[in-house]
């Protein structure tokens, strides 16, 4: 799993001025930052902020990256131009990435009480409406306008923006934490300490701001640090960091008979929360104070009452319909999954045809690439990103409900360990975890899943990248112990349309 991916993409209680009598004077020009990850250069971004003839102010954030993936250097670019009206409303969002394989651009325009929004991924163009969005000037420059207004420890300042790659409005609320004293540009200012949280995503970040208002450093969920440098220094991006390597829970000792093992338990440290605590019939999770016991178990498909296709439970359809980045309903797709399963209606055995056409048939290439199923069909190689994206894409537009699990699972090797890992959920008339990049229906008992669903999901994992460890047990857990209904934090239904 590329941890880009998830990267890639992030009512004021005090008193602002408003847009109508802001002077944006003090806020044009550039400011450069590097871009460091787990404490190695990574990349640097530009932040740039200009008025155009019309009047209208323009916020750009341009962000390359140079990634190592398991030794092989990548180029990856993000780069977002939000535009509002003299007035700070929401003109119109443009986002633009590129990564080793391929370009997608996602392009909002503000009509009237909706944004229409036209993503292209994996050559396909999709057209998209939403409620107009909250987000004014106001929330692009908060922190500046914030800080500037002098507010004092314990202020807090609610915002949205809308986040084109995870198609939502984002809602999220900053505190001032502190104030101190720091030398800044060879003289004593003072600097804004600001703890921001993002609803939903369960991301935190920690800001420091100069009373003028610019940024000087910005660190994400204790992984990712964007830090004001000048543009000479944020551009060097000379590192040696492998981000396979640097992100995986090296073990002292590998875990004999992976893959066939009957029973796993695990006792895993670090920031775990209920959110990302799953329990389902092959995995149970408990969260002891700041531990959380693991414990797994090999699925015995044969005790299943498989469903047959066509499936007629709205609730359970809600699982094939296309989005972005898994375009179901794209003909491409849907002709290479009838040519897949062919006549077979039992989902299980339709879900191993797919399985073992995709893991035969895709080459494995370790990318940073952001990955949809089409961009997948078209080029069959990848990590398990493009693996999972692809099974996802080719069984939504089978009729048969799946949606993407992501988390940890054991590698062997010199640093055996647990390394973060995409995978799919298929409905058999339970949720069965399938890893198309393993060719395995049910998954081995080493699969930890920690998120499941889209890229906005996904994201929860992000505060957990580098900052785990993992033990293993020796005494298997007793499943009568665990309750019949077991409420699973991690899980949530897809949102009502």
């Not at 004021?12 to 190695?40: H, K, Q, R």
């Not at 066939?260 to 019939?281: C, K, Y």
């Not at 890992?421 to 990049?437: F, K």
């Amino acid at each position: 799993m590329t941890k880009w991916q998830i990267m890639a993409g992030i009512i004021m209680t005090c008193s602002l001025v408003t847009a109508e009598t802001l002077d944006i004077t003090p806020y044009l020009g550039d400011n450069w930052y590097g871009l460091y990850f787990n404490g190695e250069k990574v990349g640097y971004l530009v932040k740039r902020i200009t008025v155009n003839e019309r009047e209208e102010v323009e916020v750009l954030e341009d962000a390359r990256f140079r990634v190592t993936m398991s030794g092989a250097k990548q180029g990856m670019s993000i780069m977002t131009k939000r535009s509002y009206a003299k007035d700070g409303k929401l003109l119109s969002i443009d986002m633009e990435m590129q990564d080793p394989a391929q370009s997608s651009s996602f392009h909002a325009l503000v009509q009237g009480d909706e944004m229409v929004m036209k993503s292209a991924l994996g050559g396909a163009v999709r057209e998209e409406s939403f409620p107009r969005p909250q987000e004014s000037l106001n929330d692009a420059l908060r922190d500046a306008l914030w800080i500037r207004s002098n507010p004092e420890p314990g202020a807090v300042l609610n915002f949205s923006v809308f986040e084109p790659m995870y198609q939502k409005e984002v809602m999220g609320m900053s505190r001032i934490a502190g104030v101190e004293e720091r030398i800044f540009n060879g003289v004593s200012t003072k600097i804004y300490e600001v703890h921001s949280v993002l609803d939903l995503m369960d991301i935190e970040s920690t800001s420091f701001v100069a009373e003028d208002g610019t940024t000087v450093e910005d660190l994400v969920s204790d992984v990712f640090t964007m830090r004001l440098e000048p543009e000479d220094s944020a551009k060097d991006v000379d590192y040696t960091v492998d981000t396979m390597v640097s992100n995986a829970v090296i073990l002292p000792e590998g875990i004999s008979d992976a893959r066939s093992r009957p029973w796993l338990r695990l006792r895993l440290t670090g920031p775990l929360r209920e959110a990302h605590l799953f329990n389902d019939i092959r995995q149970h999770m408990a969260l002891l104070d700041d531990q959380v016991d693991f414990y797994a178990e090999k699925t015995d498909l044969s005790l299943l009452d498989i469903p047959t296709l066509p499936l007629e439970d709205p609730e359970l359809l809600r699982h094939t319909r296309p989005s972005a980045y898994i375009q179901s309903d794209d003909p491409r797709l849907i002709e290479k999954a009838r040519e897949i399963v062919g006549d077979e209606t039992n989902i299980l055995k339709a879900s191993q045809k797919i399985c073992s056409w995709v893991y035969g048939n895709m080459k494995s290439v370790y990318s940073a690439r952001l990955s949809n199923a089409l961009d997948a069909l078209e080029s069959l190689e990848g990590d398990c990103t493009e693996y999972t994206v692809l099974f996802v894409g080719l069984a939504c537009a089978a009729g048969i409900p799946a949606k993407i699990s992501a988390g940890l699972i054991y590698v062997e090797g010199a640093r055996p360990g647990f390394y973060f890992h995409q995978w799919a959920t298929v409905w058999m008339g339970e949720w069965i975890d399938v890893d198309p990049a393993f060719n395995q229906i049910p998954v081995d008992v080493t699969h930890i899943k920690l998120a499941e669903g889209d890229l906005f999901r996904q994201a929860r994992i992000l505060p957990l990248i580098g900052r785990l460890a993992i033990s293993l047990q020796d005494e298997p857990l007793n499943r009568e112990e665990i309750p019949d209904d077991i409420e699973n934090a991690g899980e949530e239904s897809l949102p009502e349309e």
